[in-house]
């Protein structure tokens, strides 16, 4: 009897402790389905911020009140670049569109570029002008504005510069190289063909076709004339014009004064808080998104692959 007790006890005992081990890992896969759950809940959250940072959806100005709004030019201006119409037109629109934008400093640190991208962005300020015509805006120049960026300071109500400010160099250049006599010393042949007598212009392996550099400097001459009105109807009387003015040369900001190419010493700070007197500058420089950048480098390897980039690059404003 006692024999039979014990059997039974031990056979309770067995079946208690399976049926322990079974909820226990029971609740062990509940627990760990409940932290994937959220693991991946997590994630989840994670590439999605990383999206909507990815799409530019975030970016609030943090502009509350009235406010003097800044456009960063800085770097070279091309398409695709640092600098370009795009961004810069964006840029301008947003700071307009609001209501709180006060006035407006473009501040210039370039050497110059494209001089379709500046005429672009010279257009799109004249043309906001004509629109808002109770919004000003100020280019004030920090280490230099040539060229290009000169194209682009035209066209604002005053410029602002430092004493050491580089300002000027308005022309217009295409360089390159020659490896003609290269080629010759080292036995290199060219062989080139092409569809359209005129289509090999400037080739670097060729020689020099003396119709080819005729018309690349008539072109050259049509858009420094372009250039030269621009920075006319932009400074007006205040241009004191000299033969050296639209030579390429470049000035420091105080001799720019001089030479009616620039207004005033001054800031960004200082204009903000003395001329528009709005103390708080909020920055509206377009910032490129993910996707942005990866359409723009696809852009730019396509043009390399078609052959026009590295030709464009070298027609430049500085």
Not at 36 to 65: C, H, M
Not at 141 to 161: L, M, Q
């Amino acid at each position: 009897m006692a024999e039979q007790d014990n059997l039974q006890n031990s056979q309770q005992w067995q079946q208690q402790t399976i049926e322990k081990l079974a909820l226990s890992g029971l609740k062990e896969q509940q627990t760990a389905r409940r932290w994937g759950t959220f693991f991946k809940f997590l994630t989840f959250a994670y590439l999605f911020l990383l999206l909507i940072l990815a799409l530019g959806w975030v970016g609030s100005k943090g502009a509350t009140g009235p406010h003097t709004a800044l456009i960063e030019i800085a770097g070279v201006i091309e398409p695709g670049g640092e600098v370009n119409a795009d961004s810069v037109i964006s840029s301008l629109q947003e700071a307009y569109d609001n209501v709180n934008t006060k006035g407006i400093i473009l501040r210039f640190n370039t050497p110059g570029g494209s001089p379709v991208q500046s005429g672009i962005i010279n257009d799109e300020i004249v043309r906001q002008k004509k629109l808002h015509p109770k919004i000003p805006v100020y280019g004030v120049v920090e280490d230099i504005c040539a060229s290009g960026g000169y194209y682009i300071a035209a066209a604002t109500d005053k410029i602002y510069v430092d004493k050491g400010s580089i300002v000027g160099s308005i022309g217009v250049l295409m360089d390159g190289y020659g490896f003609t006599e290269v080629m010759k010393k080292v036995g290199v042949e060219r062989r080139l063909l092409t569809a359209g007598e005129n289509k090999a212009m400037l080739d670097p392996f060729s020689e020099v076709n003396p119709k080819h550099q005729a018309l690349a400097q008539t072109m050259l001459n049509e858009i420094h004339e372009q250039f030269k009105t621009v920075v006319r109807n932009g400074r007006g009387a205040r241009l004191k014009e000299t033969p050296e003015t639209f030579s390429g040369l470049f000035w420091s900001g105080e001799q720019s004064i001089k030479l009616g190419l620039a207004d005033a010493l001054g800031s960004a700070d200082y204009v903000a808080r003395e001329v528009i007197k709005q103390e708080e500058i909020v920055d509206y420089t377009y910032q490129d998104t993910v996707l942005d950048r990866f359409a723009k480098r696809l852009g730019a390897s396509m043009a390399k692959a078609i052959g026009i980039d590295a030709a464009m690059k070298n027609l430049q404003l500085r």
